[in-house]
Nanobody, 124 residues
Framework: QVQLVESGGGLVQAGGSLKLSCAASGLTFYIRAMGWFRQAPGKEREFVGS????????DYASSVKGRLTISRDNAKNTLALQMNSLKPEGTAVYYC?????????????????WGQGTQVTVSS
């Protein structure tokens, strides 16, 4: 099994920055592509960004492009999401996810492993 644990969430003012981290443990050799998703109250879980195994390919939702940066450190089994210029509509629970194929996907159903999530609240 693979365990993913997010950290770094919290309360931040609009325009501020926050960095989320995700630590993977267990059978980490199964992990290839990874990504971040978020879910606001009353809404479906949505794609934020993804990164392939080498880190050479990334993909972002249009709503966050240019403001959020995803990165990974395979030696440490960690994934990060640097969030700048945060907006109130970014308030949500942010989830770290991983899959066993090295193919980026925006579809939550394609991800094999999920963390428990970390709350991010952006005040206006």
């Amino acid at each position: 099994q693979v365990q993913l644990v997010e950290s770094g969430g919290g309360l931040v003012q609009a325009g501020g920055s926050l960095k989320l981290s995700c630590a993977a443990s267990g059978l980490t050799f199964y992990i290839r592509a990874m990504g971040w998703f978020r879910q606001a109250p009353g809404k479906e879980r949505e794609f934020v960004g993804s990164i392939n195994w080498s880190g050479g390919r990334t993909d972002y939702a249009s709503s966050v492009k240019g403001r959020l940066t995803i990165s990974r450190d395979n030696a440490k089994n960690t994934l990060a999401l640097q969030m700048n210029s945060l907006k109130p509509e970014g308030t949500a629970v942010y989830y770290c996810a991983a899959r066993e194929r090295d193919v980026l996907s925006t579809d939550p159903k394609m991800l094999d492993y999920w963390g428990q999530g970390t709350q991010v609240t952006v005040s206006s």
